[in-house]
């Protein structure tokens, strides 16, 4: 039997809370569904308010809109990240400056920030890796001290902290993502979190294809208007509905992913002495079980390993090609090198982890290969 990467999952009442959206009579966005998963966010993580999108790449691309982008501002970010991060920005028209990881962890280094910083800085976007936390110390700091706004690519860290605070609640902006491989599903879907309170209102018509229609259905404005840009960023109820029976079982969900990535960490340990690299969890972060993943000695080492695993028909992946390094980027950037970004491409490997997988298959398949493989 094939271990795949990643499976798609029904946990509770996904399917039945589909039909029952339709018989309410209300197919379109903000409905009742959508209404459930945002009060969720908002209770559960006490975020100021939560808007549900079609992904998280569109909730990047409002919050590009709602920060006023524009040709001139330049906004920095990891170069190791998913492309979505960047392409929101430069749709507006904004300079992408990438800043560097970590040597041993693909979360962006923070004291290499406040170099790249300019005049023209507007924004920094911080993605916290594999669910693991950035310094939000120190990013809220240069916030402060420079005047800038602070976006969370929250899309892999649902129900991770730093220290007690939820992701996504502590820069103005966040997003999150309910992709496919992410912990928790809706197919494709995410949801742009306001922690600014000036946002809400300019937020609510951007996603309402820019008319004020929002208002008029709390009877605020006598007729709906086109008052602002804006796109069509809100999902149907079958969405809403899918990930709302998804977020009533988000404990089980994550007790699980949990038991499957200590499954990982406790049995690995032993390779950190022959130099392959395990995630790395700094004091301040809290693990929500996104990823697990390896950081192999070379790319050769990365690509046998992974051919080894196919062979023995377990899927395993890499990725993100370092950004500033990608064919559409690449005559941008300024050239300066982005050492631990670019190793990471080449080095990192992801382990096959999501609700359906058993410990068995960890720890009878998967291990055993791997022990074989680095001959510990
Ligand atoms: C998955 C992901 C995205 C994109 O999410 P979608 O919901 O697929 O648009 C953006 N950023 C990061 C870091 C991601 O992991």
Redesign the pocket.
């Known amino acids: 039997m094939q271990i795949p990467f990643n499976k798609p999952f029904l946990i509770g009442n996904e399917t039945a809370y589909i039909e029952a959206a339709v018989r309410k009579g209300k197919l379109s966005g903000d409905g009742y569904y959508t209404l459930e998963c945002q009060t969720f966010f908002e209770e559960r993580y006490g975020v100021t308010k939560s808007l549900l999108t079609t992904?998280?790449?569109d909730a990047?691309e409002m919050a590009a809109i709602l920060l006023n982008i524009a040709p001139g501002d330049e906004v920095i970010m990891p170069s190791y990240?998913?492309v979505?991060?960047a392409n929101a920005f430069i749709l507006r028209g904004a300079k992408v400056v990438f800043s560097d990881s970590h040597s041993h962890h693909p979360g962006i280094d923070e004291d290499a920030i406040e170099e790249l910083i300019t005049p023209k800085t507007k924004a920094i976007v911080v993605?916290h890796y594999a669910g693991i936390a950035c310094d939000m110390e120190k990013i809220m700091q240069l916030s402060t001290k420079y005047n800038l706004f602070i976006v969370e690519?929250a899309?892999?860290a649902i129900e991770s902290f730093y220290k007690d605070k939820p992701l996504g609640s502590i820069g103005h902006l966040a997003a999150f993502?309910?992709?496919e491989?992410?912990n928790i599903i809706s197919g494709?879907?995410?949801m742009l979190v306001i922690n600014d309170s000036s946002l809400i209102d300019r937020a609510e018509v951007i996603r309402e294809k820019g008319t004020n229609r929002n208002k008029f259905f709390k009877g605020e404005v006598d007729k709906y208007n086109w008052v602002d840009i804006g796109s069509s960023f809100l999902p149907s109820e079958l969405t809403a509905a899918f990930l709302y029976a998804q977020l009533e079982h988000i404990d089980t969900i994550q007790h699980k992913r949990l038991l499957l990535w200590n499954t990982y960490n406790n049995n690995l340990q032993v390779l950190k002495k022959i130099g392959i690299g395990l995630p790395t969890l700094p004091d301040y972060a809290s693990n929500n079980a996104h990823s697990f993943f390896l950081i192999c000695r070379n790319t050769e080492e990365r690509d046998a390993l992974i051919a080894t695993l196919k062979n023995n028909n377990i899927l395993a992946v890499f990725h993100y090609q370092s950004l500033h390094q990608s064919p559409y980027f690449l005559d941008k950037h300024d050239g300066r090198k982005i050492k631990n970004a670019d190793h990471f491409s080449e080095c990192l490997v992801r382990l096959p982890l999501f609700y359906e997988l058993n410990t068995e298959d960890i720890l009878n398949r998967i291990i055993p290969l791997l022990y074989n493989f680095f001959k510990v």
């Open positions: 992904s998280c790449t990047l990240t998913f979505s991060t993605v690519d899309a892999q993502s309910f992709h491989t992410k494709e879907g995410g």
